[in-house]
Every structure is written in structure tokens, then in C-alpha cells.
């Protein structure tokens, strides 16, 4: 589990923007059968530098996968917002992680 930071947004409303074309760089075709290559979910916090608001992309994936993907969300996204990747804690990802688990037959 690992959580994609991309920090320095003034509001909420303008980090919730950029959901969509995050969401078509991880899963270009939503229309295809289940499941995603890499389970995904978003979230947002407050605790950005200077009290910006932060998008936090959840994945369900393995540290490398991880990594190559921050790297295209930070091609996306600009070179204006500071974009980090880390180990996320799976208790806050519950539902990611029960998604990931339903679609793996593993529940």
C-alpha cells in the first residue's frame, strides 16, 4: 500500500480537479473488465505545506509500480506541485485494500 502526495493546492475543490485526469492516466479505458491493473482511490488532507490542501492517491501495488506511477502523476501534474510517494498504512486504505482482495478471489 502506498500513498502518491501531490501537495500545494489552495483549496480543496482545485485538489479534487485534478482527480479526473488522474484517474484516466491510471485506467485510460473504464469501460474494461475488471480488475484494474493497480488498485486505486483517492482521499485529500490538510496538512500540505503552508496549510495546502493535499491530494493523496492511494494504490494498492508494489514500491517500484508505485514509483513509476508518482513519476507520470508528476509529468501530469507540473512542475508546480511537489509530488511524493510513501508507505501508506493498509487501516486507512480499508477499502482499497478489500477491493483488491475481492477481485484477487482472495475473500
Known sequence: MYE????GHPSTEEAL???DPIQRLLCPDPDHAPPCEVPWSFT???????DSTVLVLGVYTAEG???RLATQVRSLVGGGRAVAVS?????EW???VEQYEFEQGLR
Open 65 to 67: 509500480q508505485a514509483t
Open 17 to 19: 480537479a485534478l482527480q
Open 4 to 7: 502518491i502526495r501531490i501537495a
Open 44 to 50: 485529500v488532507a490538510d496538512d500540505g505545506p503552508d
Open 87 to 91: 508507505e501508506g498504512d493498509a487501516g
Open 94 to 96: 480499508g477499502e482499497l
